[in-house]
Nanobody
Framework: QVQLVESGGGLVQAGGSLRLSCAAS????????MGWYRQAPGKQRELVAT???????NYADSVKGRFTISRDNAKNTVALQMNSLKPEDTAVYYC??????????????WGQGTQVTVSS
């Protein structure tokens, strides 16, 4: 089992910044992709950004140029720097990690979520 613990959410005014962090612990063999997803009230969970072990990144169009994802493989952490926040960024943000459990099996884990609220 792998545990993901997020931190850094909160309330911020539009145009402000927040930094989310996520640390993985437990039975880690090798974490492949990591990412951030979000879910706003009444909406489905959506991808925000992902990053491979080699730091190749992918972003949702809605956050490109404003958010930056990064990771530290040695510490098994992933971060999301969010700038120029908009009210529509308000959501619960979830950390995601894919752990290579053995040579044949990779398993996806989720954090408990952290609330980000952007006021207008």
């Amino acid at each position: 089992q792998v545990q993901l613990v997020e931190s850094g959410g909160g309330l911020v005014q539009a145009g402000g910044s927040l930094r989310l962090s996520c640390a993985a612990s437990g039975s880690i063999l090798r974490i492949n992709n990591m990412g951030w997803y979000r879910q706003a009230p009444g909406k489905q969970r959506e991808l925000v950004a992902t990053i491979t072990r080699d730091s190749i990144t992918n972003y949702a169009d809605s956050v490109k140029g404003r958010f930056t994802i990064s990771r530290d493989n040695a510490k098994n952490t992933v971060a999301l720097q969010m700038n120029s926040l908009k009210p529509e960024d308000t959501a619960v943000y979830y950390c995601n990690a894919v752990n290579q459990e053995n040579l044949m099996i990779a398993r996806t884990y989720w954090g408990q979520g952290t609330q980000v609220t952007v006021s207008s």
